[in-house]
């Protein structure tokens, strides 16, 4: 038993790619941003544009060029969009930020607890989620993650040469990825960290003409590129409108600056008991005495502040974070092992897990959930229904000793999750038409071959227009009077539309009437 410790311990981060391999070889690309990002780069490939990209001919400068160029490599690369290619670049830079934390607090930890706070951090719902997505949100917390370690590093006088010019390296890569946020959270917590040392003389050390003449000689290269690509409507669109416009008076996701109050609770989830409670122990009890938890606490309390003063907010914008919650956490959870309050924070997710599988019957027969649909689906529920009485019997049981049972309960947790979520992949493919377009975008290509129609049209879908990835051509959006319109003319071609639509709108049910339908997903597609 001992061995196969060793064996797991040695190779576990295999076992963390292997959990979520099959994920990746299943799933659909879905239709809210995975597709956009798509079709975006589609465009960009045939247009030759390399800084500046069109969304169907408009302007899109919400993101850097960095993960739309990592789109279109895969493209070039292979010929068409792999979800495999594409989501190792949300899932790889998950795995080096778990990996960075643990080296940064190897001195401070035991290996047990190093485990435990990878899954920690892995398993928390906002993290796993932004591993298993395409976007570059992740990407920009690798490098966000990189260039403070980094900086700490450089203080410890523990730096190698060359870090010295990777440190603004890091940060413009994290600009690079996804915005203004890739400076926002080194500056603050290198700073602030400064500051509460009482050594702000070492910020010009730090923030000096190499950092700042790195930076601005790169962004000079971007920006420059941008402009000669793009004029400067796009230049004011990336310059102004997607960054100062969206930190003062957002026009998009504007939240109150409480939203990360209430979003902390479920994006650190089944986590976030045990971090709340083991942070306000420790601040309370003045347990603050290394650099290491300084820098921790500044990195995750001072972003969850600062971006509470931003007006756009959504969950994943605190993403930075999450690796120093669950890293100052991870340091100072030896001190609560025996803490009632940490104890009952850890029973809480132990006690909802192991009612998984219940719930889901439950579910199940008051036809809320399609538990019956896959043998998957109720194995996945059965797994972590396991995990959850483990951990239970292990917080209880005092058989490795109580100083062991929070940590050995939170490893049950974090694999058995893990276990969980592996087990769900294999339900995917039966479930893809419900998350993105490729199954109803086949079965329509189908129906307009069949009638020799060459139109694809949708009825209140948003961003089905990013469909022209799978369908070479973007679909249509029409009204009910335009579907009328075509109905009574000559021109052919297949109509995409949410089943819940026709249950919803009797006019539209009634001009439809009578015609084919074939169901896909939540869809139907509809011959006109």
């Not at 089944?270 to 309370?284: E, M, Q, T």
């Not at 998957?376 to 019997?393: D, E, K, N, P, Y």
Request: glycine letters at 6%; a positive charge; aromatic letters at 14%.
């Amino acid at each position: 038993m001992e061995q196969l410790g060793r064996w797991i311990y040695k190779y576990r981060y295999l076992l963390y790619i292997l959990a979520l391999v099959p994920m990746f070889l299943t799933r659909d690309f879905t239709r809210n941003n995975e597709l956009r990002y798509l079709s975006i780069a589609d465009e960009a490939i045939r247009n030759g544009n390399i800084f500046t990209f069109t969304n169907h001919g408009v302007h899109y400068a919400d993101k850097p060029p960095l993960y739309l160029w990592i789109v279109m490599a895969g493209k070039l690369l292979f010929g068409t969009h792999s979800m495999f290619f594409l989501a190792l670049f949300s899932y790889i830079p998950a795995l080096v930020i778990m990996r960075i934390m643990s080296r940064w607090s190897r001195a401070a930890t035991t290996p047990k607890e190093m485990v435990a706070g990878e899954l920690m951090l892995l398993t928390s719902v906002f993290f796993i989620g932004s591993a298993v997505v395409l976007r570059m949100d992740m990407l920009m917390s690798m490098f966000i993650t990189l260039s403070l370690y980094t900086f700490y590093k450089m203080y410890k006088g523990e730096e190698r040469r060359r870090d010295k010019w990777m440190f603004p390296i890091y940060i413009f890569l994290a600009i690079f990825s996804k915005g203004p946020v890739g400076i926002m959270v080194p500056l603050m917590t290198t700073i602030v960290f400064l500051l509460i040392k009482k050594e702000w003389r070492l910020i010009g050390k730090y923030w000096g003409l190499r950092t700042l003449g790195v930076l601005i000689a790169l962004c000079a290269v971007w920006f420059g590129s941008a402009w000669v690509e793009g004029g400067n409507e796009y230049m004011n669109n990336l310059l102004f409108n997607q960054t100062i416009n969206r930190a003062v008076d957002s026009f998009h996701h504007k939240e109150p600056i409480w939203y990360y109050l209430v979003a902390i609770w479920y994006s650190l989830a089944p986590w976030v008991f045990l971090i709340v409670a083991v942070i306000a122990s420790g601040l309370a009890k003045r347990l603050v005495k290394t650099d290491l938890e300084r820098i921790f606490l500044v990195a995750s309390l001072g972003t969850f502040v600062m971006m509470s003063l931003v007006s756009s907010k959504i969950q994943i914008y605190m993403l930075p974070s999450f690796p120093f919650f669950v890293g100052i956490t991870v340091l100072w959870l030896g001190k609560f092992s025996k803490n009632i309050v940490a104890r009952v924070a850890m029973y809480i997710p132990a006690v909802i897990l192991s009612l998984a599988l219940p719930g889901a019957i439950a579910a199940g027969y008051l036809e809320l959930f399609p538990l019956f649909e896959s043998a998957w689906i109720i194995a996945a529920a059965a797994v972590l229904s396991i995990t959850g009485a483990t951990a239970i019997w292990l917080l209880t049981t005092r058989r490795w000793g109580r100083e062991n049972s929070l940590k050995n309960s939170i490893i049950t947790i974090g694999a058995g999750i893990l276990a969980g979520i592996f087990t769900i992949s294999f339900y995917l493919p039966q479930y893809n038409p419900h998350i993105g377009m490729a199954g109803v975008s086949t079965v329509a290509k189908e129906m307009a071959n069949e009638s020799s129609a060459n139109n694809f049209f949708v009825y209140d879908i948003p961003r089905a227009e990013n469909a022209d990835v799978y369908l070479g051509t973007p679909p249509k959006s029409l009204s009910i009077e335009e579907i009328k319109d075509i109905l009574e003319g000559e021109e052919r071609g297949v109509l995409i539309v949410k089943q819940s639509s026709l249950d919803e709108i009797p006019e539209l049910e009634t001009t439809l009437e009578g015609r084919e339908k074939r169901a896909s997903g939540y869809f139907f597609c509809i011959p006109l």
